[in-house]
């Protein structure tokens, strides 16, 4: 029987703390927010009963049949399957690209995926080396839905021109040469019902399981000794464990605006980006298409999203400044395995992962250990 601390109750530290708990270990659970599930918290609206997620929209989606059947236990799942329109002067269309973006954008009539890729290869530029995100729009679908979709959202998001971002930030919008419009095309797709806090409550719902919510570690570790426990798991930013040693880590946050509206629907999709610069935000969410508000509502709330550097570190920003600072601090984490100390989750790793990696990757550390 091991004595555990895990730093961070989102996806990532709630798994290990689950698996270590069912072995039989004591674990204690520290985060220094006052709930639980990290940036996937949400809650109910009292008012209009619907589900509002605090950080933004997050949607559960998978091709892992292990990381699907693990979280089966802990929820029932509702099948979601999520959609993004861009707005691009008046026109609403497809993300990301595929057919009927095409037709939209150029007012086509194209028929088939040859004549997509027929129109493409009149417009897109030849590279020879795909190294930036420009480099790689421009080799899918040319200079037109580049500067009309891309650059400008990319600046607004990054504060960066996709000149100076690595070619996988925008891989994470795949061409397709078909008419699916779904945002992401992984076999489970689903949100869980009573939302993601629900869900982790569920997955730290354990006597061997000790909380602690509004702790904040680096207060804690000041105030207690660390050698008591056997094994520690780090979910938090990386460069801060380690006192900025090394320089800070850059990351892009965003600023939430929530309004309330007295109307059945404020926009015709779950979610619309704004390129333009005639526009601050990045987006609109209403939440009111995720889950069906628990009661009849003739209002709906809606968030803009204002990325800045400032607040919460949400989004790693890839380049090479980055890459090499990371290096180092990689290099410190590697020694502290000797010492039974881990880092992982989207700011341990300093990997922009999606809800299921952060899932499986703890699974994978706890079977490895074990």
């Not at 029987?1 to 270590?20: D, H, K, N, P, Q």
């Not at 933004?56 to 929820?75: C, I, M, P, R």
């Not at 008046?90 to 194209?110: D, H, V």
């Not at 995100?133 to 998001?157: H, P, R």
């Amino acid at each position: 029987m091991s004595r555990i601390l895990i730093i961070g109750a989102g996806l990532s530290g709630a798994t290990l703390a689950e698996r270590f708990a069912q072995r039989g270990d004591d674990l204690l659970v520290l985060d220094k927010r006052p709930h639980l599930a990290g940036n996937c918290f949400d809650h109910l609206d009292q008012e209009t009963g619907i589900r509002v997620s605090n950080y933004g929209a997050h949607l559960f989606h998978t091709n892992s049949q292990e990381v699907w059947d693990y979280l089966q236990k802990f929820s029932k799942w509702q099948t979601y399957e999520h959609q993004v329109l861009v707005k691009v002067g008046k026109k609403l269309i497809n993300l990301p690209i595929n057919l009927n973006s095409i037709n939209q954008f150029f007012g086509l009539k194209l028929k088939n995926a040859e004549e997509m890729k027929k129109l493409l290869a009149k417009k897109t530029a030849k590279i020879k080396e795909v190294k930036s995100s420009e480099d790689y729009v421009l080799s899918q679908v040319g200079q037109e839905l580049y500067e009309a979709i891309f650059q400008n959202y990319s600046l607004k998001q990054w504060a960066l021109d996709p000149s100076e971002l690595e070619a996988s930030v925008i891989k994470r919008n795949p061409l397709r040469f078909d008419q699916d419009n779904r945002y992401f095309t992984d076999r489970y797709q689903a949100l869980p019902d009573g939302g993601f806090e629900t869900l982790v409550a569920k997955m730290l719902n354990h006597p061997k399981i000790e909380l602690q919510l509004g702790t904040d570690f680096l207060e804690f570790r000041q105030k207690n000794d660390l050698s008591q426990f056997d094994k520690i798991f780090y979910t938090g930013a990386i460069d801060q464990y380690f006192d900025y040693v090394y320089g800070h880590l850059e990351y892009r946050s965003l600023d939430f605006h929530f309004e309330k509206h007295d109307q059945e629907f404020y926009q015709s999709n779950s979610a619309i980006n704004y390129p333009a610069l005639d526009y601050p935000f990045t987006r609109i969410i209403e939440y009111k298409y995720f889950y069906p508000p628990v009661k009849p509502s003739k209002q709906t709330i809606i968030s803009k999203e204002y990325p800045t550097w400032d607040g919460e570190p949400y989004y790693p920003v890839p380049r090479a400044r980055n890459h090499e600072i990371l290096k180092k601090y990689q290099k410190e984490a590697k020694k502290l395995e000797k010492e039974g100390i881990y880092f992982l989750g989207r700011l341990g790793s300093y990997r922009y992962i999606n809800m299921d990696q952060a899932v499986a990757e703890a699974l994978a550390l706890f079977k490895k250990l074990n």
